[in-house]
T-cell receptor
Framework: DAGVIQSPRHEVTEMGQEVTLRCKPI?????LFWYRQTMMRGLELLIY????????DSGMPEDRFSAKMPNASFSTLKIQPSEPRDSAVYFC???????????FGNGTRLTVT | KQEVTQIPAALSVPEGENLVLNCSFT??????LQWFRQDPGKGLTSLLL?????REQTSGRLNASLDKSSGRSTLYIAASQPGDSATYLC?????????????FGKGITLSVRP
């Protein structure tokens, strides 16, 4: 099992550019979560999917953020246009059900200059 | 709104010491609680998961306890080693509806000195 796979590992971009983060959950897991981690705010849930359907996107900060899960093995988080305050580590995580532990990817460190 | 607190934010202990990391939450109606470990530049690794009906879970030198009524959990690490140095986070899942999202504390950064 390769675990949750995120790409890219690092992303440096200029303000105003579009950023797309990618995630491949563990095969068989039906829940997928996108988190953002900063020193100030800790881990914040942005959005989560159950069986590819968005269940709760109340954590998505603004309309500049969007997430999709076209199939059970792939999800994207897009920021358009990006701003310096979006700089953070973005984690994707998946789980089988509520009784199962959450498995995290290694994250994407985003820097917006 | 559920809030999860972990105090202190950082802890430094000598190797071999037994230690306790604390976690508190404001809403006792939780479904389960998880303890995670995060190494620098890495994602989180689940250490222990305690269901709301359980009092504790053990894995090797780690023991996690849960007291729902008081809104507290502890992670006990026996005979600490330098390799235990990392940030430890707790997270709770609420029982409300089909909501399975976790609310995290900010973590405790542990340093075990050789």
């Amino acid at each position: 099992d390769a675990g949750v796979i995120q790409s890219p590992r690092h992303e440096v971009t200029e303000m105003g550019q579009e950023v797309t983060l990618r995630c491949k959950p563990i095969s068989g897991h039906n829940s997928l979560f996108w988190y953002r981690q900063t020193m100030m705010r800790g881990l914040e849930l942005l959005i989560y999917f159950n069986n590819n359907v968005p269940i709760d996107d109340s954590g998505m900060p603004e309309d500049r953020f969007s997430a999709k899960m076209p199939n059970a093995s792939f999800s994207t988080l897009k920021i358009q246009p990006s701003e310096p305050r979006d700089s953070a580590v973005y984690f994707c995580a998946s789980s089988g059900d509520r009784n199962s532990p959450l498995h995290f990817g290694n994250g994407t460190r985003l820097t917006v200059t | 709104k559920q809030e999860v607190t972990q105090i202190p934010a950082a802890l430094s202990v000598p190797e071999g010491e037994n230690l306790v990391l604390n976690c508190s939450f404001t809403d006792s109606a939780i479904y389960n609680l998880q303890w995670f470990r995060q190494d620098p530049g890495k994602g989180l690794t689940s250490l222990l998961l305690i269901q709301s009906s359980q009092r504790e879970q053990t894995s090797g030198r780690l023991n996690a306890s849960l007291d729902k009524s008081s809104g507290r959990s502890t992670l006990y690490i026996a005979a600490s080693q330098p390799g235990d140095s990392a940030t430890y986070l707790c997270a709770v899942t609420l029982t409300a509806g089909a909501n399975s999202k976790l609310t995290f504390g900010k973590g405790i950064t542990l340093s075990v000195r050789p």
